[in-house]
């Protein structure tokens, strides 16, 4: 499990106080030193914690529990100011926060993420009576963003989003849903909270915290214990769940991986149902899938996730090969290949870990798609969508199935071409000490800001592990080409531009051009401290047709 525990649940309710949030909104010392908005505070500055004693409440149970829980400045700012909102206004709502808010703070971690549930009114109504109230305490206020209903992209009631000092909240109703068997997009009314807790993905994500009354709600009853016990399970059986949305099979495995916890067993039973994978084919698009990727490799744990997906039997709905045109050799080689790009993926997320800090940019997700795409690497096939015409089965993969953008592709494709190359030369610097600063320069100098990753991705197709001599190994060949200043070398100025080169010479623009460019920037990688003169001598030397 992650290092982040649940938060102490205590047997008792010493010093809980329901009504915390309808006391005065601000104290003498909050007047005098106002809180900071995102305008005046100090970049990077920390706000403090409030520990608030908070109330757990099991669905029709008695309360008799209670925990601790860290608020910023701000957001205990927020709840006092929106008890005022409800008391000036009359309208009578219950504010409930719900989901990965709530679950982040009884793991002791800071979220951004309000999303809070109106049981009377709509968003933008409610607002607009924040906006009312906090112009006449003279505070700043926003202009309110109104995002229309639309299930394509998990908004399936109209949500009105404002800023309220330093923070942008969701303002929606609570709601129930109602699937069909031939759409993930439910038909959607305004529910209870017991509906809305139901109808979630997770049992850890169907928390909800009462703000009006300041305590936690676990209408699944499962979803504390899950927290504390590390498990993903669904609050509704996970069949009827998956069936109903399965790209909850992948959120599954998404937050699995993110959090080190458990998958249930009945909903890896679900998950791995033959049923449901024909549902995840049929009923969500790949770009819906791509997006839930997109999150496990921003994740501490990519490779797990890979792990679960292939567990799961889900590799070909992420990364499917064409389904013709396919030489029978390859669809055999082939075969296993699903299992081979998880080890790929485990062993560079390791090295990704000995890399960080020398590039400039974040690469792990172009590590990671490379480590994945290993198998595929070099592999051809006839696309029928584009006349028999011989392409890339991972062109096929990422771009025409799972529709990653075009860069993904080039940064890929990049990264396994140049490895390819370096690989040898890594090999022998290691077993001689011997570096070619010509042909390494120029693997570099295409690779450019990729030029770990390329290193990285070298040591993962020969299934190297960073061991304490693969590091060394690494760091070695690293050192060399910042001693031989090739970091950076895609930014070197050619001593000659092809003005300079056709002056030179009293030749006209041509195709003979470009190569001599590209002689030059080669005669550079070898002779590194020659000047444009020895430059313009050795070019008159050379017999170019």
């Known amino acids: 499990m992650d290092s982040a525990p649940i938060s102490m649940i205590k047997k008792n309710q010493d010093g809980y106080d329901k009504l915390f949030f309808h006391k005065q909104t601000m104290t003498e010392k909050e007047k005098s030193s106002p809180l900071q908005t995102s305008e005046t505070s100090v970049e990077g500055q920390q706000h403090p914690h409030h520990n608030i004693k908070v109330s757990i409440y099991y669905s029709d149970e008695k309360e008799s529990e209670s925990v601790d829980i860290k608020l910023t400045e701000s957001e205990v700012q927020l709840f006092k100011e929106l008890m005022h909102v409800i008391r000036d206004s009359g309208c009578g709502t219950t504010l409930r926060i719900a989901g990965g808010w709530v679950r982040d703070k009884l793991r002791g971690d800071d979220s951004n993420d309000i999303d809070i549930t109106l049981d009377n009114m709509m968003g933008e109504a409610f607002a607009e009576l924040v906006n009312k109230h906090l112009a006449s305490k003279h505070h700043q206020t926003h202009r309110i963003g109104v995002i229309q209903s639309n299930p394509e992209q998990s908004k399936h009631l109209e949500t009105a989003t404002v800023k309220v000092f330093d923070m942008w909240i969701d303002f929606v109703n609570l709601r129930s849903e109602t699937y069909t068997d031939t759409s993930r997009i439910p038909e959607i009314s305004i529910g209870t909270p017991i509906q809305d807790a139901l109808r ?19 209408f699944t009853g499962n979803g504390i214990k899950d927290l504390k016990d590390g498990i993903i399970r669904t609050p509704l059986p996970s069949l009827t769940t998956f069936l109903d949305d399965p790209l909850r099979v992948f959120r599954s495995i998404r937050f699995a991986s993110r959090l080190g916890f458990k998958i249930d067993e009945e909903l890896f039973m679900a998950g791995s149902n033959s049923i449901v994978k024909d549902a995840i084919k049929s009923k969500i698009s790949h770009e819906r899938i791509a997006k839930e990727f997109d999150g496990m490799l921003s994740g501490k744990r990519p490779s797990s996730s890979v792990g ?9 709905c992420l990364f499917s090969l064409p389904t013709s045109g396919l030489d029978e050799l390859y669809i055999d080689q082939l075969k296993f290949s699903h ?15 000995v890399g960080n800090g020398f590039e ?12 994945l795409m290993l198998p595929f690497h070099g592999i051809q096939f006839k696309n029928a969508n584009k006349k028999n015409k011989e392409m890339s089965i991972i062109h096929y993969m990422f771009i025409e199935y799972i529709k990653f953008s075009n860069k993904d592709y080039d940064d890929v494709s990049l990264i396994l071409e140049c490895s390819e190359q ?6 022998n610097f290691n077993a001689t000490g011997e570096f070619n600063r010509k042909e390494i320069g120029l693997i570099i100098h295409r690779s450019a800001q990729l030029w770990l990753s390329v290193i ?20 070695g060949f690293v050192e060399a080409i910042k001693d031989r200043d090739l970091i950076g070398v895609w930014n070197i100025k050619r001593l000659l531009n092809g003005k300079q080169v056709q002056d030179l010479l009293k030749r006209k623009p041509g195709t003979w051009l470009a190569p001599i460019v590209q002689l030059i920037l080669e005669w550079q990688l070898e002779n590194p401290t020659k000047t444009e003169q020895e430059c313009k001598d050795w070019l008159l030397t050379l017999d170019i047709k």
């Open 360 to 371: 400039e940019i974040d690469t792990k997700r172009q590590v990671i798609l490379s480590a």
């Open 200 to 218: 979630r993905d997770l049992t850890i994500n169907s928390l909800f915290f009462n703000i009006n009354e300041n305590r936690i709600e676990d």
């Open 308 to 316: 679960l997906i292939n567990d799961f039997g889900l590799f070909d």
């Open 339 to 353: 299992q081979d790009s998880e080890i790929y993926c485990t062993i560079a997320n390791h090295w990704i870990e």
């Open 456 to 475: 990285i991705t070298s040591f993962v197709q020969r299934r190297e592990m960073p061991s304490k001599e693969n590091i060394k190994k690494f760091f």
């Open 422 to 427: 370096l690989t040898k030369h890594i090999i």
